[in-house]
């Protein structure tokens, strides 16, 4: 299993960003996926998920700014975030459970692959 990351970036507050993770070698199209994120010396916290049945979930910060989002043509996860602020900024991750239920969800605990990360600056 391979995630790739891309999209990372510095943004101004108020702005947005697109996050994209390419999968290889995972059903992608039935898999549980996920985007993370992390800052130095805090713990990694989920952001959204999205299961093999479509079901998503969304951390509560949130709040209706970013939208989670997949392309089962392109192996593509996207992670749209609109309104950014200065506490967006952390490293973003791409990661699957291989599972078609996403089971707890934003919780780190059952995701088995992870990608590189991709940098998200919000000044």
């Known amino acids: 299993v391979q995630l790739v990351e891309s999209g990372g970036g510095s943004v101004q507050a108020g702005g947005s960003l697109r996050l994209s993770c390419v999968a290889s070698?995972?059903?992608?199209?039935?898999?549980?996926m996920a985007w993370f994120r992390q800052v130095p010396g805090s713990e990694r916290e989920g952001v959204a998920s999205?299961?093999?049945?479509?079901?998503?979930a969304y951390a509560d910060f949130v709040k209706g700014r970013f939208t989670i989002s997949k392309d089962n043509a392109e192996n593509t996860l996207y992670l749209q975030m609109n309104d950014l602020n200065s506490e967006d900024t952390a490293m973003y991750y791409c990661?699957?459970?291989?599972?078609?239920?996403?089971?707890?969800?934003?919780?780190?605990?059952?995701?088995?692959?992870w990608g590189q990360g991709t940098q998200v600056t919000v000044s």
């Open positions: 990661a699957t459970q291989v599972s078609n239920r996403c089971v707890q969800a934003l919780s780190t605990a059952n995701y088995a692959y």
């Open positions: 070698g995972v059903p992608f199209s039935i898999a549980c």
């Open positions: 999205l299961s093999g049945y479509a079901e998503i």
